[in-house]
């Protein structure tokens, strides 16, 4: 087997993990936790020979003051929250070629109240986000299923372009001239406000619309003149 420089070492952890479901649960949220995320690459990066070494380069500690009031605006309880910020590099090593690395600049931080945990969890945010954005992983709510139908179905709505304006614009006015209507009547029966906001395909199924009622106003009008 063709030995694996720790580029393509790092492609085929990659391809290990396409996914992550939110599994732990917040006051009023799912979230992906760091064990979840640690442990989905791990198996992976032990059996490519990766390793994975933090470094803190810099770091920055700010104070502020929280306090608590009751409805009577007194203040109730005052507490100091930490909040770490952790300027870090993340360096790949190829265990199999240990002078083979990859040093990639980083960045963590936490809020603590206690103060002691702030750059535990601040190495514990670094560390989960920069695996999640290393490999691209995914995360959502649904399952892994419902996650793969959407991310292949899905695609951002391309807007109306120049062309397709004109060409509605054209239509409508054709239109509203053969019923001896104006332009805005017609925009109002299609129940448009701005034409701007319309998405290419809402433009061209409105496009099609109109033509039809432009072939069925010419034929009504035909008949009249015969």
């Not at 790092?10 to 996914?19: D, F, G």
């Not at 479901?21 to 198996?43: H, I, M």
């Not at 419902?146 to 062309?163: L, N, T, V, W």
């Amino acid at each position: 087997m063709t030995e694996l420089n720790i580029y393509q070492k790092l492609v085929e952890v990659r391809k290990a993990v396409p996914y992550l479901k939110k599994e732990a649960e917040g006051k009023q949220y799912k979230y992906t936790g760091s064990s979840q995320v640690l442990a989905s690459v791990r198996a992976k990066m032990d059996e490519l020979g990766l390793l994975l070494i933090p470094r803190i380069t810099g770091k920055e500690i700010s104070e502020s003051q929280i306090e608590f009031k009751d409805t009577s605006g007194n203040v109730t309880k005052r507490t100091t929250t930490y909040f770490t910020e952790l300027i870090m590099t993340m360096t790949w090593v190829n265990a199999d070629k240990p002078d083979e690395t990859i040093e990639c600049p980083w960045y963590g931080q936490g809020v603590d109240i206690a103060g002691e945990k702030g750059v535990g969890k601040a190495l514990t945010y670094a560390e989960k986000y920069f695996i999640l954005k290393q490999f691209n992983i995914a995360t959502d709510k649904d399952d892994p299923d419902a996650f793969q139908e959407k991310a292949e179905s899905y695609r951002k709505p391309d807007p109306i372009s120049s062309m397709e304006l004109g060409t509605l614009e054209t239509k409508v006015l054709e239109f509203a001239q053969l019923r001896g209507k104006t332009d805005s009547d017609v925009y109002t029966a299609l129940g448009i406000a701005d034409i701007t906001s319309l998405t290419s395909k809402e433009a061209k199924d409105i496009i099609t619309k109109v033509t039809g009622w432009i072939t069925s106003a010419q034929k009504e009008l035909k008949k009249k003149g015969a």
